[in-house]
């Protein structure tokens, strides 16, 4: 059973590090919180004080980081884990950045004759916590054959999306559509309900409908019309506001590059933007509802 460093154990990475564990493989975790890497340690983990001690010998690095900068600090430079590995080990990225910053470091990997794939996520904590994510990856065929491997351990649906940073232009693309059917979907619904129709009822006729989508289906923003969605749990996330800001951002950059003006993606970062200066940042996405509640 190929052995795993995992560095990077916040909401995210917590509880796809468990899933490795429970899956088989010896993994050695670095996080700069020592509580989050005390509760793997606690599920059967190794730990290691420095992501290049975690990273040292082992079959695969994975990581899970907040942003571009702590990708590029991690992995490049004289102190980064590219210096201190050679093939035998096969790194995949899972954070969500800049596709800019995902290329330079495959770049950089492909330099030193590492495998390296950026390989963002979708589906949530939830998702996370079940093994059911979706990994868009970014890099060469060969890496994503060695990639597959393990994410498959993590989750149930990888796309070869391309080469290096394709896995951050999917999860751009990706997640701008979210936003924009999740607004449209609490515009639907809140108009529904001010005209005397039962939103539960409403979601029916959609569903049934043209107007069917993930977020109507699947994480339902209106309380009381899907027990287990965030909507019906005080909207306990889930999928911060603050997040899916930072994921906005990432997209109209990707399409400010590409010479595409986005007129959706834009006006859905502005309402979410508004949406977290009112204090909702750490709230789920599908909060927005209260946007048109207002």
């Known amino acids: 059973m190929p052995s795993v460093a995992f ?39 190794g730990s290691a004080d420095s992501a290049v001690a975690a990273a040292k010998g082992r079959d695969y690095v994975i990581s899970m980081l907040p942003a571009g900068k702590h990708v590029a600090a991690t992995y490049l430079g004289d102190d980064g884990l590219l210096a201190h590995l050679d093939d035998s080990t096969t790194c995949l990225d899972c954070s969500t950045i800049d596709a800019a910053t995902a290329r330079e470091v495959g770049e950089a990997a492909a330099a030193a004759g590492i495998g390296f794939m950026d390989s963002p996520v979708s589906g949530g904590v939830a998702a996370a916590a079940a093994g059911t994510l ?23 649906n990888i796309f070869h999306a391309g080469p ?27 108009m529904g309900a001010r005209n005397g129709l039962d939103p539960k009822v409403l979601s029916e006729i959609m569903l049934a409908s043209s107007g069917r989508n993930w977020s109507l289906e699947v994480y339902n923003p209106y309380p009381g019309v899907m027990e287990n969605a965030p909507a019906s749990n005080g909207y306990k996330p889930g999928f911060m506001v603050d997040l899916m800001v930072k994921d906005l951002g990432l997209a109209l950059e990707i399409a400010a590059r590409s010479g595409v003006d986005n007129q959706l993606g834009k006006h859905a970062r502005a309402i979410y933007e508004q949406h977290q200066s009112e204090g909702n940042g750490a709230r789920d ?4 509802l209260e946007q048109f509640q207002d």
């Open 285 to 288: 996405f599908s909060s927005v």
């Open 164 to 190: 290096a940073g394709a896995g951050q232009v999917a999860k751009g693309c990706n997640n701008m559509l979210l936003a924009i059917h999740m607004i449209g979907t609490c515009e639907a619904l809140e």
């Open 7 to 45: 560095i990077g154990l916040g909401n995210m990475g917590g509880p796809m590090a468990r899933n490795l564990l429970k899956a088989g493989h010896e993994v050695t975790v670095f996080d700069l919180a020592p509580a989050a890497i005390a509760e793997l340690e606690q599920a059967g983990a």
């Open 134 to 156: 979706a990994f868009m990856c970014g890099g060469s065929a060969q890496t994503f054959e060695k990639a597959r491997l393990i994410l498959a351990d993590m989750g149930k």
